[in-house]
């Protein structure tokens, strides 16, 4: 018998109010895999990462982790499930009352009741994993740059070592070279911790770094789903719009022409 | 729209939104009385909440003690009763000002920064962060906030009884020329236990509804900066409106004893 994938999903919809956003997705991630879904601005892709969380109910379908259903799961078994969980935010979402090093702790301190000193060994460790030092370490979020910010985000996504790991926008909003540090330093971390990576974004580059497979999301479904290399030629003309970055085609953005 | 379809329209908006504020009540309460304690917050909220809330409570009771003596002075001198200013004030403002006057000033300033604060940790993600590092937004963030005005109200009241009560005594000795000592017997004479404790009840009781505003409304805003500030808003004035409604609710349940 072949393990279950590590996160399927099945029939996930949901709609807010009239407004259809998930029109029943079907997806699987295998163990030690790195999928990104790509797609435009609001097709849905930071609602499929929210409700495998469980930060959204979705109106119906299935997600298994491990092969156990989460949908309307709560309490400790909730808790526990989240356990397996890092997530790099959008906006790296840091705690702005908080040290840098604290926030990279936190999950180890409040999460999993680490001693404060043993997390902070760790927190140390991990900044210097994305390439920061011991002084950034006692500075304040709001000192540090957009950059300094998504690699400390980061480095608190993985301190847990987490089995799966979920990237939201990683590079949106950093210059190329930036984003491309990020890039490196995602493909690293998920290596070397072995593990599972579902991504959203919709910058080309990032996705054909960061990913083994790729989902394309539009109009709340799934239009293509394939390996890296094929989507070059994907013989679809949505996906081919989309990666190269074109006005015109199927896909027609909501804009009012003069 | 039709007339009555609006009415309907607002009733079943209030009543949806009273019973989320009431599930979101017991949420908190629940994470509140149930172990762990995050005691580091529960202190560090108490000093922002009550230790830096003393200056505007503490100007407020001074100078309703003092308005409160000239007041009370003008109304019983017209039946000759003015022996009674120094029983009436330290009543008034025992029972009834000190709290109400004192909930609401701090209903003013913490509804609205915890409204504030909790907002902006919604609008930036930071509650869902909380979610993914494994930590209860609720434990983490509600029921600190909930114990800490819980606590600190009853002791800031308790301060703004004191100086009310000597606000009133420098107006009625340096202008009303009462006779100090006699003022200060005529204050405790007939001061009972129960006019303190009344007042001390009903603080707590802001002090949750103060607490659960700011939170509630905090957790619920979207929308950047502008949904920040409408709950900033929303925080300040539903804390205040309810805590005029459970003030009477508290004095007739006291009454009734």
């Excluded at chain 2, 603080?203 to 509804?209: E, R, W």
């Amino acid at each position: 018998m072949t393990a279950p994938p590590k996160i399927s999903i099945r029939g996930l919809r949901k709609s807010f109010g009239s407004k259809l956003v998930l029109d029943g997705i079907d997806l699987d991630v295998e163990r030690g895999e790195s999928l990104v879904i790509i797609g435009g601005s609001g097709s849905g892709k930071s609602v499929t990462l929210k409700c495998v969380l469980g930060l959204i109910r979705p109106d119906a379908g299935s997600i298994r982790i491990d092969g156990t259903e989460v949908v309307g799961m709560r309490g400790d078994a909730r808790d526990e499930m989240l356990r397996k969980f890092g997530m790099l935010f959008q906006g790296a979402a840091l705690f702005d009352s908080l040290k840098v090093w604290e926030n990279v702790a936190f999950g180890l301190i409040e999460g999993r009741h680490m001693p404060r000193a043993k997390a902070r060994e760790v927190a140390l460790q991990k900044l210097a994993q994305v390439g920061l030092g011991v002084e950034v370490g006692e500075l304040s979020p709001a000192e540090l740059s957009g950059g300094m910010q998504k690699r400390v985000a980061l480095a608190r996504a993985i301190a847990a070592e987490p089995e799966i790991i979920f990237f939201d926008e990683p590079t949106t909003g950093l210059d190329p070279i930036m984003a491309d540090v990020i890039n490196d330093l995602i493909v690293q971390c998920v290596k070397r911790l072995g593990a599972t990576a579902l991504s959203i974004t919709h910058d080309m580059a990032s996705a054909r770094k960061i990913a083994d497979r790729i989902a394309m999301l539009y109009k709340g479904r799934l239009i293509w789903v394939g390996p890296v290399k094929d989507i070059d030629h994907s013989q679809n003309a949505h996906v081919d719009q989309f990666i190269n970055g074109r006005a015109e085609g199927p896909i027609q953005m909501e804009v009012l022409r003069p | 729209m039709n007339f009555l379809a609006l009415i309907g329209r607002v009733i079943l908006d209030g009543l949806e939104t009273a019973g989320r504020m009431g599930m979101f009540a017991g949420n908190g309460v629940r994470h509140a009385v149930l172990p762990p304690f995050y005691f580091r917050l529960i202190g560090r909220q108490m000093l922002a909440i009550g230790y830096f809330s003393l200056p505007v409570v503490g100007l407020t009771a001074l100078f309703t003690g003092m308005v409160l003596a000239l007041q009370i002075y003008i109304g019983s001198a017209r039946f000759n009763a003015e022996s009674a200013v120094a029983t009436i004030v330290v009543i008034g403002i025992t029972r009834e000002l000190g709290p109400v006057l004192g909930g609401l000033m701090v209903a003013g300033r913490v509804s609205a920064a915890i409204a504030a604060e909790i907002g902006t940790m919604r609008v930036t993600e930071q509650i869902d962060a909380l979610v993914t590092l494994s930590t209860n937004p609720f434990k983490y963030l509600v029921a600190p906030r909930l114990w800490a005005a819980t606590i600190t109200l009853p002791l800031l009241v308790l301060v703004a009884d004191t100086i009310g009560v000597m606000g009133g005594y420098l107006i009625g000795t340096q202008k009303l020329g009462f006779n100090a000592g006699s003022y200060l017997k005529n204050t405790l004479d007939f001061l009972e236990t129960a006019d303190v404790v009344s007042g001390l009840v009903k603080a707590a009781v802001f002090g949750f509804i103060i607490a659960l505003m700011g939170c509630y409304h905090g957790f619920h805003s979207k929308g950047g900066a502008q949904g920040v500030g409408r709950a900033t808003t929303d925080a300040v004035v539903s804390a205040s409106i309810l805590i005029l409604i459970a003030n009477y609710i508290v004095t007739e349940l006291f009454f009734a004893k």
